[in-house]
């Protein structure tokens, strides 16, 4: 995965005439935190869990981005989703730079007094790398506003109270109006975006959407309420459609309870991964990496298509697409109504102030439409796609700040 944000990255600098010099300033992590996290489990018995913090880069702020349990999480993963932030939180201009991290766990096979005890661990192991002014953690797959308030409490211990050390906690305890839903809010703007360039309005368009967690349900909602019909949902257990548009409130009731769409009654069934091929306009991966490969991207049949998830196009699925002229919102734009929120969470921790949720929502959709612009106008001028011109976008800023603060002096035309 690494290779992937690194070939996006490559491009972006070749398209700017980069230096290597230049190019292993901007690339290189500060650091790769890794921890053995050994906790009680409710039988008495030890578990070892492994945790990963990686933090890639702090030009223009902390480190910031998500924490993901997962069995897949490892040293890798973590960089490369490290990486992708630094470029994200610079896409949409929020004053951080980018970090990932996580456990490798299932968090399936734990209770919820397990999952306390595990994160109390990670908090413990990495705290002289974590805090308001150096890295505030986020959630991401399988976290959530609980684990944020765990985690709040616990380096609270140790440094006193401390309410920016993380995003995306409960609104009642110092999180933001908004935030819940600010990925999947974001989603519906980009996309709102693309469709206009293409000519077409939410109201007229179909949706399918893999990935129907936190990002993936509150897209749909959104999209729903503005009049787009999701015609197809699928996630880890199976897929769920219906021609005329699912009923989004319903699924997002039965998914509460029952933890997937799977065997959702008012519906048809098909096998999850036949999401990808679906006739619809819009397709939105909102669940892992590399869900569009080489192998499938020919039988993607929509016109656009929305990168929820982070890193769900691989680099030739991505040209392939590009050759078929579907246009793909890449994830460093599509997604970054999340940091955006959660910028707006910790800008009011710091100030000990309060916004109400249509402040919180006005601003997002300013931040993200106008990020939106800004990657079409480069986009536009350099006769790019969008990914590159997001990351062009996005390296120009980095670069600009990363040099001024260090005595290296290069001719460098960031644009
Ligand atoms: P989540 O844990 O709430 O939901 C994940 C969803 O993906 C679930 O519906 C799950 O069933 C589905 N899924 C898992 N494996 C699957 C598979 N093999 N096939 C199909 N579906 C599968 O996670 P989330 O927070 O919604 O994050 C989803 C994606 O969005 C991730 O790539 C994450 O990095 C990205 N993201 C999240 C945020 C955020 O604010 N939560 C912000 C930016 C990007």
Known sequence: MLEESHHYFGRAADVLGLSEKVREILISPKRVVKVELVIEGDDGALQH?????????????????????????????????????????????????????GIDCDPSRLSRAELDRVTRAFVAQTKEVIGPTVDI??????????????????????????????????????????????????????????????????????????????????????????????????????????????????????????????????????DGPDIIGWEADVLIPAALEDAITKENAADVRAQVVVEAANGP????????????????????????????????????????????????????EKRMRAAYGAVREVARQKQLDLRTAAFVLAIQRVGRAALSRQSVREEIDFG
């Open 49 to 101: 869990f492994i945790g990963f913090r990686a933090q890639h880069n702090t030009a223009r702020g902390p480190y910031k981005g998500g924490l993901r349990y997962h069995p897949s999480m490892d040293e890798d993963h973590a960089m490369a989703l490290a990486n992708l932030m630094t470029w994200k939180t610079a896409v949409v201009d929020v004053p951080f730079g980018g970090a990932k991290g």
């Open 137 to 270: 953690p986020a959630p991401d797959v399988n976290t959530n506003a609980d684990v944020m308030a765990w985690i709040m409490d616990e380096y609270s211990k140790y440094f006193g109270f401390s309410p920016g050390v993380v995003t995306g906690k409960p609104v009642d305890l110092f999180g933001s109006e908004g935030r819940e839903e600010a990925t999947g809010r974001g989603v519906m703007y980009a996309l709102e975006e693309a469709l206009r360039d293409r000519g077409r309005a939410l109201s007229d368009v179909s949706v399918a959407l893999q990935g129907f967690g936190n990002v993936g349900s509150h897209a749909a909602r959104l999209i729903a309420e503005r009049g787009g019909r999701v015609v197809a949902v699928a996630d880890h257990a199976g897929g769920v459609a219906r021609k005329d548009g699912l009923d989004v409130p319903a699924l997002v009731d039965w998914t509460r309870e029952h933890r997937t769409v799977a065997g959702y009654p008012d519906a048809d069934t098909f």
């Open 313 to 364: 196009t691989t680099p030739e699925a991505a040209e392939i697409l590009h050759q078929r002229d579907v246009t793909v919102v890449p994830d460093i734009l599509a997604n970054a109504g999340g940091v955006t929120v959660s910028y707006f969470e910790w800008a009011q921790n710091i100030q000990q102030f309060r916004w109400d949720r249509d402040r919180v929502t006005d601003e997002l």
